[in-house]
C-alpha cells in the first residue's frame, strides 16, 4: 500500500510562485513514475506534469511548459511542482499519483487559487 500527501497550495497572486510538495509513504519500493494532475471547478482532472522513478524524463502539459518544473527526491520520498508566473487558469485542486505495481494512488488534493 502506497500512501500520498500534497501540500503547500494556497492563495497567490497572478504572476507570483507556489512549490507543491507530494509526500509518499507506505510500500515506497514499489513507486515508478510519479505526476501532478489537477481539477478547475466544473472541470475534468488534467494531467500536469510526470516524472519517471529516477527522474530523467518528465513530461508536461502544453499549458504549463516553462513556467512549472516537476522534480522529486527519492531519499526523502517527495516529489515536488514548481509553479512560476501563475495565471488565473492554474486555479485549481492539485492532486498527487503515483503509480506503484499497475495501480494509481492518489492524495487528496491541495488547493491553489491564483487571484488578479
Known amino acids: 500500500q502506497v500512501q500520498v500527501v500534497e501540500s503547500g497550495g494556497g492563495l497567490v497572486q497572478a504572476g507570483g510562485s507556489l512549490r507543491l510538495s507530494c509526500a509518499v509513504s507506505?510500500?515506497?519500493?514499489?513507486?515508478?513514475?510519479m505526476g501532478w494532475y489537477r481539477q478547475a471547478p466544473g472541470k475534468q482532472r488534467e494531467q500536469v506534469a510526470t516524472i519517471s522513478s529516477v527522474g530523467s524524463s518528465t513530461n508536461y502539459a502544453d499549458g504549463v511548459k516553462g513556467r512549472f518544473t516537476i522534480s522529486r527526491d527519492n531519499a526523502k520520498n517527495t516529489v515536488y511542482l514548481q509553479m512560476n508566473v501563475l495565471k488565473l487558469e492554474d486555479t485549481a485542486v492539485y492532486y498527487c499519483?503515483?503509480?506503484?505495481?499497475?495501480?494509481?494512488?492518489w492524495g487528496k488534493g491541495t488547493l491553489v487559487t491564483v487571484s488578479s
Open positions: 499519483k503515483a503509480i506503484a505495481r499497475f495501480m494509481d494512488y
Open positions: 507506505g510500500s515506497i519500493f514499489m513507486v515508478n513514475t
